[in-house]
């Protein structure tokens, strides 16, 4: 074990033995990782846009740099798992957080569709990897009593991060202009490449040990809701983060885009306060998924709430409370499906399980924001936002049928959930067994 230490591999009996998640090996470090890499793909979401839009550029150009930029992450998503199997957590950390960052200056280079897909495209692909990895390792650096609160912590980071510097990117390039912000997103990106080496390794799983060849039970079975119930719920964020501002302008021109922020930022401090709350209850219960169905049919109501004051055209500060009930479900909704696929695959595909939450939550603000765009064509905000809410709904009687027919799922071994239950049994006999016994 010694000899581990000092390589810098983390042993099992190091995770049992904390009880703090600020106290685990490496979480810090690759906390840090996580809000620099949201943070450099937050600074410049609507500043690359603009940019090429103020040098003249198209608006398909200006769409196709966000687009080229999700798909990278996307497609890269899907292979980031077995990338971490052959080169592990702080290879795949180390070069991604190059990827993300250092390309960012080409930007200067110019707004040539060439330049502004290739460096979308890269950086994409680094930002893919980070967010698979950054997931999936806080499975490794705490013991199993402490996932949840590591999780909503994890969201916390995200959340601030996002927080900070999606308004702080425009708002820079009209103060110093867009080089200085190409050159700060680069910094923040690389941020990940200096912290790695407080990354602990990770030993490699044990081929021994049970894996979903030797499960009756489909993936898909396993897999489904929690996916489901994320894609869905995203979608509306789609619709939110990219329609709600200008929604606010129509219906109130001296409230203005200003107001919009705001509501982004309530809907985004909901999100991070509840994300951390879900996984608060997921360390005294001992069971994801106790809240999901609430927090889905808030998400509901906050979705359906905008639709509902914008067909009245009633005060804009009934959306506050819109956003902060969306933004309350948004994030807890997160936080559960996240932890529902690390219990129900086994420890060995903790990394599938964080590529399948990545590409859920991706695709659905993905298809979101493409889809309800499309719609606006033929209707206007209020009924689209309607439709918005409805898809959350299904999600909602999806989880529902879960909840009711799954209570006979039958589930693997070595997973998750199997070994917390051996865990929490074990200390319940210690905690009754009787002096001198």
């Not at 609507?46 to 687009?67: F, I, K, R, Y």
């Not at 999936?136 to 609160?149: C, D």
């Not at 489909?218 to 509306?236: F, K, Q, S």
Request: charged share 15%; aromatic share 8%; proline share 5%.
């Amino acid at each position: 074990m010694a000899r581990e230490r000092a390589r810098g591999v983390l042993t099992p009996e190091e995770v049992d033995a904390v009880t703090s998640p600020w106290r685990a090996r490496g979480l810090v470090a690759t906390l840090v990782a996580v809000a620099a890499a949201f943070g450099a793909w937050a600074l410049l979401l609507p500043v690359v846009p603009t940019a090429v839009l103020d040098s003249g550029g198209s608006e398909t150009l200006a769409g196709g740099s966000t687009g080229a930029f999700m798909a990278a992450t996307v497609i890269t998503q899907l292979f980031v798992p077995r990338l971490l199997r052959r080169y592990g957590y702080r290879a795949v950390i180390a070069v991604a957080s190059l990827l993300l960052g250092l390309p960012a200056l080409g930007y200067a280079l110019g707004m040539d569709p060439v330049i502004v897909l290739a460096v979308s495209v890269v950086r994409g692909i680094g930002f893919g990897a980070l967010s698979v990895a950054e997931a999936a390792i806080i499975t490794e650096l705490v013991p199993l009593r402490l996932l949840g609160r590591t999780t909503g912590i994890f969201g916390l980071s995200v959340g601030f991060s996002q927080m900070v510097a999606l308004p702080s990117g425009l708002a820079l390039a009209e103060q110093v202009g867009y080089e200085p912000v190409y050159i700060l997103a680069t910094v923040i990106g690389l941020a990940g490449l200096a912290v790695c080496l407080q990354i602990p390794e990770v030993p490699q799983a044990d081929p021994d040990m049970a894996d979903l060849t030797s499960v009756r039970v489909p993936l898909w079975r396993l897999v489904a809701v929690p996916m489901l119930a994320l894609t869905l719920v995203t979608t509306a964020y789609g619709a939110v983060t990219n329609f709600l501002p200008v929604s606010v302008r129509d219906l109130d021109p001296t409230a203005g885009a200003a107001f919009g922020g705001i509501l982004l930022a309530v809907m985004n401090f909901a999100a991070m306060i509840s994300r951390y709350y879900a996984g608060v209850v997921l360390d005294r219960r001992g069971i994801p998924g106790t809240v999901l169905i609430p927090f889905q049919v808030c998400a509901a109501i906050g979705i359906f709430t905008i639709a509902a004051v914008l067909w009245m055209e009633a005060s804009v500060w009934w959306l506050l409370l819109a956003a902060f009930l969306y933004g309350a479900g948004f994030g807890a909704v997160q936080n559960e499906s996240l932890t529902m696929l690390f219990y129900r695959l086994p420890k060995s595909k903790a990394s599938e399980a964080s590529a399948m939450w990545n590409v859920s939550f991706d695709s659905g603000t993905g298809l979101g924001s493409t889809i309800y765009g499309m719609m606006l064509a033929s209707m206007s905000m209020a009924p689209m936002f309607g439709v918005a809410g409805v898809v959350v709904s299904v999600g909602v009687a999806i989880t529902l049928a879960d909840y009711w027919l799954g209570r006979h799922r039958v589930t693997e071994v070595n997973n998750l959930a199997v070994r917390l239950r051996a865990v929490q049994t074990l200390r319940r006999n210690v905690k009754h067994k009787r002096p001198g016994r």
